[in-house]
């Protein structure tokens, strides 16, 4: 596929050019026949009317017939095999800026989603991918038709020099009349590919929360708004229809206007015996093929206002870089190493699991996100700075996993093993890690089952476990998991916390949570407040010696004494891990006062687990 230019447009087309120079090149050439089929009969149609009507030959007359529908057959047949090859054309250009924004995208990652809406992202790949890949037609029919106009002013120069001026004054006097309204369509494409993308984004984002919609009843007060946003949406379409109207009907007029004049002046020359009837005929005829090749011409015109604005748009999203803080020279460590945040004071051992509880979920966040190489920052990954280390090294080894780590569609078997390496026994472990067994035996072909885009046929519980199933069977020497058990109940939470620990037993594992269960299993707890952490040790430890600790994590129970609070902490007795297709996610009240007289941080209503 190669590496598109994206200095310019202009550039960015050539380089899809290049992509098909064969294929192009078949284009251009077929359009070039067709156009020169269509120059031919008006002179055939001459002959036939002065060597066969006029001189009363029937054998001249039945030839240049003839040869007349000959030409028409292999016309018709021109005209088939150019749209064919253009249309190959603009499909295989389509299929090149999916493709290439797709691997953007996936080798930028969290900048290009930072700077650009998901409805954006969405349009481009389902419209503007189109329209871009109209824009060349001007290799084919457009080629074609600028030769049409070159012929036909030759040809008309050759039945009398004033026709030939007429049509060579009349082609820029109808460019100088179609620019102002091509420039006003092209500012009100822009105004409507912009709504366009605000109103998909909206859509995305009602379709993915829905479930939270209803359970905050916020659904109508989002539809409304919907609604307003689509209702502009029409507003600027009719906008934009009125001036495309204007466009295409002037644009229609211009050439009827030509064949209107010249045929006029035909009329006079034939009347003035300057021209035969069999000229003045195929005068006609070519001022009327000439229609053609114009409104080719007006459709590129057309289609590269709107390509244009399309191409602005991919262009931008693929000049987005990755975050390079270096230039990745200082090799990464050979081997396991620890990860340090010195702006916050985290360090991430090997071969322990470490729990960052914190005040601020922001602050946790962002200090996942240093961790993780996503952010420029002074941490070090085994005493190597990492901004200096290659981004790709870092991706392969380093694994941050949230709540909102995309889920895309496939069988739960390609959604969890994502590289397809692994083979079942270890898939199986994976969701044993997770508690998510559950959720491949509650779909009807288990781990065959199809999934859809983001696991929207799963509840809020069952993804969050499904993408835990995945961080871990990627096995990175580095896990960094934010938050991964906050939509499970509790007693589900306390074996996800155990089997995470063993199966994790060789690597760095980092899990950001507030969840007293969890902290209760790692081998060390670190207590954030203001970005800082302010102590560490076992969650017996902090339970015991930190009130600030004590107070965010027990939420208050027993804090006259820390020594009882710290049963609290303990896994309640419950049902089995995963029991029924529910797996325990602490969607209802059970699940909720299984955390220890409300140990456990505050949910949403509907056990999404959103912050």
């Not at 072909?445 to 835990?468: H, K, N, P």
């Not at 419950?574 to 456990?600: F, K, L, Q, Y």
Request: aromatic fraction near 6%; charged fraction near 20%.
């Amino acid at each position: 596929m190669g590496t598109p230019d994206t200095r310019g447009p202009v550039r960015f087309l050539w380089w899809l050019v290049r992509a098909q120079p064969g294929r192009v090149a078949l284009g251009s050439f077929w359009g070039i026949v067709w156009m020169v089929g269509l120059l031919v009969p008006p002179y055939l149609l001459s002959q036939a009317v002065d060597e066969g009507l006029r001189a009363g030959d029937r054998a001249a007359l039945l030839g240049w017939t003839g040869v007349f529908a000959g030409v028409l057959v292999f016309t018709a047949l021109a005209s088939i095999l150019r749209h064919r090859t253009m249309a190959m054309v603009r499909a295989h250009a389509s299929l090149h800026c999916t493709r290439v924004l797709a691997r953007h995208a996936a080798l930028v990652g969290a900048p290009l989603s930072r700077g650009t809406s998901s409805g954006d992202l969405s349009v481009v790949q389902s419209a503007d991918a189109g329209r871009i890949s109209q824009i060349l037609t001007l290799f084919g029919p457009g080629i074609g038709s600028v030769l049409g106009c070159v012929g036909v002013v030759v040809i008309l120069w050759g039945f009398a020099p004033v026709l030939a001026v007429v049509v060579l004054l009349g082609l820029p006097v109808t460019a100088l009349v179609l620019a102002p309204l091509l420039r006003r369509m092209h500012d009100r494409q822009n105004t409507y590919r912009d709504r366009e993308g605000e109103v998909t984004t909206l859509a995305a984002d009602i379709v993915s929360g829905l479930r939270v919609l209803c359970g905050i009843g916020g659904k109508e007060r989002f539809a409304r708004r919907y609604r307003e946003r689509s209702g502009g949406l029409v507003r600027d379409g009719y906008r934009l229809g009125a001036v495309t109207s204007w466009f295409e009907e002037v644009s229609q007029c211009a050439p009827l206007v030509f064949t209107a004049v010249v045929t006029w002046i035909a009329a006079r020359l034939a009347v003035s015996g300057e021209l035969t009837v069999g000229e003045t005929v195929a005068v006609y005829g070519y001022v009327a093929v000439l229609v053609v090749p114009v409104f080719q011409l007006v459709e590129v015109a057309t289609d590269f206002s709107a390509g244009h604005v399309s191409l602005t748009r991919l262009l931008a999203l693929l000049r987005t870089g990755p975050d390079r803080y270096g230039g990745g020279e200082v090799p990464p460590p050979p081997g396991p190493g620890e990860l340090a945040d010195p702006e916050s004071g985290v360090r991430v051992p090997t071969g322990a699991l470490t729990a960052l509880v914190g005040a601020d979920p922001d602050a946790s966040a962002l200090v996942a996100d240093r961790l993780g190489g996503y952010v420029d920052s002074a941490a070090t990954w085994g005493g190597v700075p990492l901004r200096e280390v290659d981004p790709a090294v870092v991706r392969e080894r380093i694994l941050v996993s949230d709540n909102d780590a995309y889920l895309f569609a496939g069988t739960l078997r390609e959604v969890v093993d994502v590289h397809g390496g692994r083979d079942e026994v270890e898939v199986d472990l994976a969701l044993h890690t997770a508690a998510a067994t559950d959720v491949a035996e509650a779909l009807p072909d288990g781990l065959d089952s199809a999934v859809e885009t983001q696991g929207r046929d799963l509840s809020g519980g069952q993804r969050q476990r499904v993408r835990l199933a995945r961080a871990v069977l990627a096995d990175p020497e580095v896990l960094i998991l934010v938050e991964p058990t906050s939509a499970v109940d509790a007693h589900t939470e306390a074996a996800i916390a155990e089997r995470l620990r063993a199966e994790r037993r060789g690597g760095a594992t980092l899990v950001v949570t507030s969840s007293p269960l969890v902290a209760d299993r790692a081998d060390r707890v670190l207590f954030l407040v203001g970005g800082r952490v302010v102590a560490e040790g076992t969650h017996a430890e902090l339970v015991a010696e930190c009130a600030g600790y004590r107070a965010l994590v027990l939420r208050g129970a027993d804090e006259e004494d820390p020594r009882n609070a710290v049963r609290h902490t303990a896994a309640p007795p419950g049902p089995a891990v995963g029991a029924g297709a529910g797996g325990g996610e602490g969607s209802g009240a059970d699940g909720h006062a299984a955390a220890a007289d409300g140990a456990r941080p505050e949910r949403l209503p509907d056990g999404e687990g959103e912050r």
